[in-house]
């Protein structure tokens, strides 16, 4: 429960920072500046920040088993893995964003909005080295059981934006948006980073191979294909967060307001879910370092359990966001009625958002742990792109927009239930385990010792006792 904490407090704190920054820039530029910074932060998150994210869905799977069968070393060439391909994927896009204020014009965006959130991605593509070396480096902890340095970590990043918002935004206008976002990536980055370096936590961190090795051995052409098998549908899932560039760019095509009025639902929406994102990684690493224990049984249990308690907390976020929703409102708004006023109209339909959206990651992390990456990547396609942005195109305004593409999350989230719903746990532990299936008629004891094989199920073994420990009993 301690570590299920610090992941969801860790994911909340990373996306109050860009909150931090989208009410600095609101209060202190306005309006139109928010739409911008809103459709450069999205863009840069959904084309660049959702790669490393997909990526990373196969190191929770593949990292989380090795770890279970004690392959403390594959642990580490996981994640030097990871980092090569992210580097690999990451660079055309990066290329790409210098070309980002002709596609947000053809897109019909304010030709004002247009050309800041093209100098927004300029700077931000320096941020895409932390951001993905921080999440790299957080996972490859989160598979050994460590989760509270990068949570301190992401606390020293908001420490950083709160008091550096006002004097940067003051001194280097929009561009200090970028900065600052920049500046809270680094810090997190350099503090998970040094932890490692330092402290050494873990039996996977004090196994790492040398640079040089661990890159060749990363770079083995078996490795890649097995972990490409799991990452490329990994990728393709986070399609999800895409879908939500389809609908920040029909909210700009009803103007800056509706736009700016759709970017303070957006801030909400990140920040609450991350706490179901946090109770996935969670159930995911422990489930999945089950598995590789070969304990199927004990895997479902722990899955199951996690998503009743995600629900649970989902459910509360959304209560609490409609309580609170004037006073939000209120500080994201700052002194513009009109945005106001178009804020409370789609709050309904935010609130609704928020479950449907928040059992989603709940769902896909029973999926990935099952290396369902490729069904989860399926029904996002057919839920969200075949349904779902057909009927989105077909809003006519904010209201409408928000009334129609939540529906579409329903849809979803069935598709993921029946994807995992008929699973084999058991014969998943065998797979994750590396175990053959114990054939009828085998030797029962060969049997019950190949149940504890694994090296992480030490304190599992049967023990023989010794005449010092009878002795003990006896007294």
């Given at each position: 429960?301690?570590?299920?904490?610090?992941?969801?407090?860790?994911g909340?704190?990373?996306?109050?920072?860009?909150?931090q920054?989208?009410?600095?820039?609101?209060?202190l530029?306005?309006?139109?500046?928010?739409?911008a910074?809103?459709?450069?932060?999205?863009?840069?998150?959904?084309?660049?920040?959702?790669?490393?994210?997909?990526?990373?869905?196969?190191?929770?799977?593949?990292?989380?088993?090795?770890?279970?069968?004690?392959?403390?070393?594959?642990?580490?060439?996981l994640?030097?893995?990871?980092?090569?391909?992210?580097?690999?994927?990451?660079?055309?896009?990066a290329v790409?964003?210098?070309?980002?204020?002709?596609c947000?014009?053809?897109?019909?965006?304010?030709?004002?909005?247009?050309?800041?959130?093209?100098?927004?991605?300029?700077?931000?593509?320096?941020?895409i080295?932390?951001?993905?070396?921080?999440?790299?480096?957080r996972?490859?902890?989160?598979?050994?059981?460590?989760?509270?340095?990068?949570?301190?970590?992401?606390i020293?990043?908001?420490?950083?934006?709160?008091?550096?918002?006002?004097?940067?935004?003051?001194?280097?206008g929009?561009?200090?948006s970028?900065?600052?976002?920049?500046?809270?990536?680094?810090?997190?980055?350099?503090?998970?980073?040094?932890?490692?370096?330092?402290?050494?936590?873990?039996?996977?961190?004090?196994?790492?191979?040398g640079?040089?090795?661990?890159?060749?051995?990363?770079?083995?052409?078996?490795?890649?294909?097995?972990?490409?098998?799991?990452a490329?549908?990994?990728?393709?899932?986070?399609?999800?967060?895409?879908?939500?560039?389809?609908?920040?760019?029909?909210?700009?095509v009803?103007?800056?307001?509706?736009?700016?009025?759709?970017?303070?639902?957006?801030?909400?929406?990140?920040?609450?879910?991350?706490v179901?994102?946090g109770?996935?990684?969670g159930?995911?690493?422990?489930?999945?370092?089950?598995?590789?224990?070969?304990?199927?049984?004990?895997?479902?249990?722990?899955?199951l359990?996690?998503?009743?308690?995600g629900?649970?907390?989902?459910?509360?976020?959304?209560?609490?966001?409609w309580?609170?929703q004037?006073e939000?409102?209120?500080?994201?708004?700052?002194?513009?009625?009109?945005?106001?006023?178009?804020?409370?109209?789609?709050?309904?339909?935010?609130?609704?958002?928020?479950?449907?959206?928040?059992?989603f990651?709940?769902?896909?992390g029973?999926?990935?742990?099952?290396?369902?990456?490729?069904?989860?990547?399926?029904?996002?396609?057919?839920?969200?792109?075949?349904?779902?942005?057909?009927?989105?195109?077909s809003?006519?305004?904010?209201?409408?927009l928000?009334?129609?593409f939540?529906?579409?999350y329903i849809?979803?989230n069935?598709?993921?239930?029946?994807?995992?719903?008929?699973?084999?746990?058991?014969?998943?532990?065998?797979?994750?385990?590396?175990?053959?299936e114990?054939?009828?008629?085998?030797?029962?004891?060969?049997?019950?010792?190949?149940?504890?094989?694994?090296?992480?199920?030490?304190?599992?073994?049967?023990?023989?006792?010794?005449?010092?420990?009878?002795?003990?009993?006896?007294?």
């Amino acid at each position: 429960m301690r570590t299920l904490l610090l992941l969801q407090a860790t994911g909340v704190l990373s996306f109050v920072v860009p909150w931090q920054i989208t009410r600095a820039v609101s209060s202190l530029l306005g309006p139109e500046a928010l739409a911008a910074y809103a459709l450069g932060q999205l863009t840069g998150n959904l084309t660049g920040r959702s790669i490393v994210n997909g990526l990373l869905l196969a190191y929770d799977t593949l990292g989380a088993q090795a770890f279970g069968r004690g392959e403390f070393r594959e642990v580490g060439v996981l994640m030097l893995r990871a980092v090569l391909l992210a580097a690999v994927l990451l660079t055309p896009v990066a290329v790409a964003w210098s070309w980002a204020e002709k596609c947000f014009l053809m897109l019909g965006q304010e030709p004002f909005v247009a050309s800041y959130a093209a100098r927004y991605l300029q700077i931000f593509r320096f941020s895409i080295v932390p951001v993905a070396l921080f999440e790299v480096f957080r996972r490859f902890a989160l598979s050994q059981g460590i989760a509270w340095p990068f949570t301190a970590a992401t606390i020293a990043s908001n420490i950083f934006v709160a008091l550096a918002a006002a004097p940067m935004l003051s001194l280097w206008g929009f561009d200090g948006s970028a900065l600052l976002h920049l500046g809270a990536v680094t810090v997190q980055a350099a503090a998970g980073l040094l932890y490692l370096a330092i402290r050494r936590p873990g039996e996977a961190t004090q196994a790492l191979p040398g640079l040089l090795q661990g890159v060749r051995d990363a770079a083995r052409t078996d490795g890649l294909c097995e972990f490409l098998k799991l990452a490329v549908p990994g990728v393709l899932s986070m399609t999800e967060w895409w879908f939500w560039e389809v609908t920040c760019f029909r909210a700009g095509v009803f103007g800056a307001h509706s736009l700016a009025a759709h970017t303070v639902a957006y801030m909400a929406v990140p920040i609450l879910f991350q706490v179901p994102r946090g109770i996935q990684m969670g159930f995911v690493a422990r489930a999945g370092a089950l598995l590789g224990e070969g304990r199927g049984k004990a895997a479902k249990k722990v899955a199951l359990g996690g998503l009743a308690v995600g629900v649970l907390f989902v459910l509360m976020d959304a209560a609490l966001v409609w309580a609170a929703q004037e006073e939000y409102i209120a500080q994201m708004a700052g002194s513009s009625n009109e945005l106001t006023v178009i804020c409370r109209k789609i709050w309904p339909f935010v609130i609704f958002f928020l479950v449907v959206d928040g059992l989603f990651p709940l769902n896909q992390g029973i999926c990935n742990i099952h290396s369902h990456q490729g069904r989860v990547s399926v029904s996002m396609i057919l839920s969200l792109w075949v349904v779902g942005v057909p009927i989105t195109i077909s809003s006519a305004d904010l209201v409408s927009l928000w009334q129609i593409f939540p529906l579409c999350y329903i849809l979803l989230n069935a598709l993921l239930v029946m994807s995992y719903a008929c699973s084999d746990w058991e014969l998943a532990a065998q797979r994750a385990s590396h175990k053959a299936e114990v054939p009828i008629g085998a030797d029962m004891e060969k049997a019950n010792i190949s149940k504890f094989d694994s090296p992480n199920s030490k304190n599992l073994q049967p023990q023989v006792l010794g005449v010092e420990d009878v002795q003990n009993i006896d007294s």
